[in-house]
């Protein structure tokens, strides 16, 4: 298929599929098709390169130049950034085209893409299945005028991880600060890679936990990600955290011998209310790797029942400072009386935060007085750093990854997941993301079957840092033998969805 060609197919999929909420702002088809243009040329004189003519979408919390950047937030409506993230800079300079720009929770703050200001994101799967098991095309209306229900998306880049579900685009980027790449592409079918803290870089990504926080990446299969990967891996001048080296290029290693390598099961990441459904897919998948030779053994992390206080409290206390600038004096909304400037400030952030986000500034200060510092931020410093030793030692004991669930169930229906405060809902969904974020290890959401309500169940691998080649590898040696079916929402004439298979090495190779 063509740059051209495909450029059309991902905006008629956008177009059959904008109900599902999931994109911001899009880049006009007259912009695209002149790019697409202008790709399809540098194809034909052989100077193509690495991501020429490929659709991506990008989380809107990465800046991007004259295009409105609000984070799904009324703080930021106004927002109009004067630069380029380096993620967005530099898939650009590799060829790629931006479809625009997605969904998310308020701030990337969120599990299920429910709580932006731009109204909830629907998971691409609902069309094909409900909770009842029927067929439909849900909007975001629909729930409020005839009680109809739909499945969370996951978040809180669900934008991202359903416009590439969806077939709007090839991949996407996500930020992953406590789970929000993997979680999202665990309910919407995808592979979702959260790499190593420092091998992406975060200018422009506008922060949330910067101690934590990464650029993640979305693609239906562990090839597209690691093309990805290369395009946008290694130093950044703009970000110190960024690594020194310059990046390797990731290879997959299609001949990856299963039978060296030991893969460890934390036996704390059987938490309280994994669904059985979950509990079967680890075994299987445990089984499998055990049947080509791999060494499969139980390990203990014993500080993993730690990491969600320990990173809700670190999460508070970076949001707490990260947010003093959105005061609407230099950033942000303004609508605030002027009589006093506190009372401009106070009015601003009440009116421009969610009560999530105002509640994590409260609750990040609170942390912060001195009379609280050594006991709450101090406190999960320390917690955080036996919580990475854990890695460490499973690690230097001779594993080589870990396989772990990645969301406690399938997709719940948005019904069931707005019923609880935004509290509770984190504490349940990041059970087991967190850790990897407090770890700064690569970690990847592997979509590996469908669940009885007909919808994705993923998996985690998660690897020493700047071990992405090694992961992705095995990732990708499971990517083949379980052959997940992705979603095709089949719109398009059968000779157009034969075409429509979305794996973009094809184009490349063109
Ligand atoms: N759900 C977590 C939170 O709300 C993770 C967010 C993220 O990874 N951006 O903090």
Not at 22 to 39: G, N, R
Not at 256 to 261: R, T
Request: aromatic share 8%; glycine share 8%.
């Amino acid at each position: 298929m063509s740059p051209h060609d495909l450029a059309l197919l991902c905006q008629k999929q956008l177009q059959y599929t904008k109900h599902l909420n999931y994109m911001l702002q899009q880049t006009s088809s007259d912009v695209l098709e002149k790019q697409a243009k202008i790709s399809e040329q540098l194809y034909s004189q052989g100077t193509a390169k690495a991501l020429e003519g490929i659709p991506i979408a990008f989380k809107d919390n990465f800046c991007t130049l004259g295009v409105p950047t609000t984070c799904g937030s009324r703080m930021l409506l106004n927002y109009v950034p004067p630069y380029n993230a380096t993620m967005v800079e530099k898939v650009l300079e590799a060829g790629a085209l931006m479809i625009g720009k997605a969904n998310l929770d308020e701030f990337a703050m969120g599990s299920g893409s429910t709580d932006g200001c731009h109204g909830p994101v629907i998971n691409p799967w609902s069309m094909v299945t409900t909770p009842s098991g029927e067929r439909l095309s849900p909007s975001v209306a629909d729930q409020s005028s005839d009680g109809s229900d739909w499945f969370v998306a996951g978040g809180s880049s669900g934008g991202s991880a359903a416009a590439v579900a969806a077939g709007a685009c090839l991949a996407s980027f996500g930020s992953d600060t406590g789970g929000s790449v993997r979680i999202p592409a665990s309910y919407c079918g995808l592979v979702g890679l959260k790499p190593t803290y420092g091998l992406l870089s975060r200018h422009g990504l506008i922060p949330l936990v910067n101690s934590m926080d990464v650029p993640g990446i979305f693609t239906k299969t562990v090839t597209d990600s690691a093309i990805i990967l290369n395009a946008v891996a290694g130093h950044d001048n703009k970000d110190s955290t960024t690594v020194q080296e310059s990046h390797t290029p990731i290879q997959i290693d299609e001949d990856i011998d299963i039978s060296k390598l030991n893969v460890g099961i934390p036996k704390e990441f059987y938490v309280p209310g994994l669904s059985e459904e979950v509990v079967t897919v680890w075994r299987e998948i445990a089984d499998l790797l055990e049947k080509a030779g791999a060494r499969v053994t139980e390990v203990s992390m014993p500080h993993s029942r730690h990491c969600i206080i320990c990173y809700h409290v670190l999460c508070c206390c970076e949001v707490a400072s990260n947010f003093s600038r959105y005061t609407g004096i230099e950033f942000g909304l303004r609508c605030g009386s002027e009589e006093s400037t506190e009372e401009l400030y106070a009015e601003n952030r009440h009116h421009g935060f969610n009560d999530v986000v105002r509640g994590r500034i409260l609750a990040g200060n609170f942390f912060l007085l001195r009379r609280n510092y050594e006991r709450f931020f101090l406190k999960a410093q320390r917690i955080r750093r036996l919580i990475s030793n854990d890695f460490k030692n499973a690690f230097s004991a001779g594993v080589d990854f870990l396989l772990t669930p990645i969301t406690l169930s399938d997709a719940p229906s948005h019904s069931w997941f707005i019923q609880k405060d935004s509290r509770t809902r984190s504490a349940e969904q990041d059970v087991v993301t967190t850790a990897a974020n407090l770890a700064g290890v690569p970690a990847i959401s592997l979509p590996l079957k469908l669940s009885r309500q007909n919808l994705p169940l993923s998996l985690q691998l998660m690897g020493p840092r700047f071990s992405e080649s090694r992961l992705l590898s095995l990732a990708h040696w499971i990517e083949n033998e379980v052959q997940f079916q992705h979603l095709d929402l089949d719109f398009h004439s059968v000779e157009e969805s034969a075409e429509n298979q979305f794996q973009f090495n094809d184009v490349i190779r063109k």
